[in-house]
Structure formats: structure tokens, C-alpha cells
């Protein structure tokens, strides 16, 4: 019978990379949905660009890999397959760990909201068409916000606050209610106050909080994997030596 230390650590092993096979197919199919989305809505705004969501694809095949190598590993006590189980994990962790490190310098030093601006003014100034329009008013809508730092920008402007500053308004098609709604939302000022500057930077901040802190947990699920693998097929090969030594001594006595 095996010690119960190693069916303890297999027991956990396995446990851990079934949540990472999970895991994986869950945010591989996020992010085949988002691309399908990206190039069927070229002008609807996603959390997260193509390329980063071919790398995150990517990066996730190679976690469900490296969790299908570690349970027939566990399963089936192999030590060469448990060595290879943690060198897949010890790249993938350290791909996560330059990424992130890199992610955070990139953004902190391209931070600003210059392009969001532009964005707005060009909008507002230029007319490029109904899909830049469009775009901004989805926008606005969406995220409940009106200009970039408030209502005011559209008086600076010298610009009529847009119908999709208003809750009620936007909603409805074009017509006399929606011009009523809109503007009895003018005359009241029940229109958006707040700037979808500000109201964006919380989303991504609120978004960047949840990433950081699910990678971070699952690099240490990760680091854990490592170690009890390495450490599950080097007790994996003392058993045996000591069984194998037990059988030559029990056959020369």
C-alpha cells in the first residue's frame, strides 16, 4: 500500500488541475466569443484588444495542456510526465509574471486619457460618418456619462447636449416623443452629469482589480502545482528504490 503522503498529494494534484482544466475552457470560450465579436462588430468597443485575446487564447491552451499532463501524471503515478507537468507550469508562470510586470509599466507610463479626448472632440467637430457617432452615443448611453469631463464640454462647444445624455430619450426611435423627451431632459437637466473619463477609468480600475487578483490567485494554484508535483514524483521515485531495495534484500536472504 502507498504511503499516505503521496495519495494525499495526488488526491490535491489532480483536484487542482481539474479546476484548471475548468478554468481554461471557461476563458477560452470568452475569449473566441470576444473575437467573434471583434471582427463581426469591428466598431463595438471591447475590454480587451484582439491581440490580447489571441494571447490570453493562447496562454490558456497552453494551461489546459499543461492540466491534462498533470492529472494522467497524478492518475497514473508517471514521474517523467509530472517532471514535464512542471516545467509547462514553471513557463507558463513565468510568461504571466513578465506580462504582468510588463502590462503595469506600459500602462502607467501610455496612462492618460489623450486618444479618449481626441475621440470626443473629433466626434463632436468633425463629422466622420454615423458609426463615429454612433460609437460615442453607445458610449454615453452604456455607461450612463455625458463628454468627457461632464455636460459642459458640449457647451464649450457651443454644441447641444447629444439625446443620448438622457435616460429616458435614448431609448426610443426618432420621432416627436423622443424630441419631447429630449427636450424636457434639457430644460430640467436630468441629463448624465457625470464624464465618461471618469466613469471609464473606474470600470477599468474595478476590471484591472478582478484580473490582477484572479491571475495572482491562480499563479499561486500554479507555484502550489509545481511543487507537488516535483515533490509527488521524487517521493514517487524513493518508494520505489526503497521497494526495489526491500525486493533484492528479501531475494538474496
Known amino acids: 500500500m502507498k ?9 490535491f494534484l489532480t483536484l487542482f488541475n481539474i479546476v484548471f482544466i475548468l478554468f481554461a475552457l471557461v476563458l477560452m470560450a470568452v475569449c473566441v466569443i470576444n473575437m467573434r465579436d471583434k471582427k ?14 489571441s494571447f ?22 508517471n514521474i517523467k510526465i509530472l517532471y514535464v507537468h512542471a516545467c509547462f507550469l514553471i513557463f507558463i508562470v513565468s510568461v504571466e509574471m513578465i506580462v504582468g510586470i510588463g502590462g503595469a509599466v506600459l500602462s502607467a507610463w501610455m496612462g492618460g486619457s489623450n486618444d479618449f479626448r481626441v475621440q470626443f472632440y473629433k466626434n463632436s467637430t468633425v463629422d466622420d460618418g454615423v458609426n ?5 452615443d453607445n458610449l454615453q448611453s452604456e455607461n450612463q456619462c455625458c463628454g468627457v469631463d461632464g455636460p459642459q464640454d458640449y457647451a464649450i462647444l457651443e454644441r447641444e447636449i447629444p ?3 438622457c435616460a429616458r430619450a435614448h431609448p426610443l426611435r426618432d420621432g416627436r416623443a423622443r424630441r419631447h423627451l429630449h427636450s424636457a431632459c434639457l430644460a430640467e437637466k436630468t441629463y448624465y452629469t457625470n464624464g ?3 466613469v471609464m477609468r473606474q470600470k477599468k480600475a474595478f476590471k484591472g482589480t478582478v484580473f490582477i487578483s484572479t491571475g495572482i490567485i491562480f499563479s499561486l494554484l500554479e507555484i502550489v502545482c509545481i511543487i507537488l508535483a516535483i515533490y509527488m514524483a521524487r517521493s514517487i521515485r524513493g518508494e520505489r528504490r526503497r521497494l526495489q531495495q526491500s525486493l533484492q534484500a528479501h531475494f538474496e536472504s
Open 132 to 136: 463615429q457617432v454612433m460609437l460615442w
Open 196 to 198: 465618461c473619463e471618469e
Open 3 to 11: 504511503p499516505r503522503s503521496i495519495r494525499c498529494i495526488k488526491f
Open 56 to 77: 490570453l487564447l493562447t496562454l490558456t491552451f497552453g494551461l489546459l495542456v499543461a492540466a491534462l499532463l498533470g492529472c494522467i501524471g497524478a492518475l497514473r503515478e
Open 163 to 165: 439625446v443620448s445624455c
Open 40 to 53: 463581426s462588430k469591428p466598431e463595438k468597443q471591447l475590454m480587451l484588444s484582439y491581440g490580447v485575446l
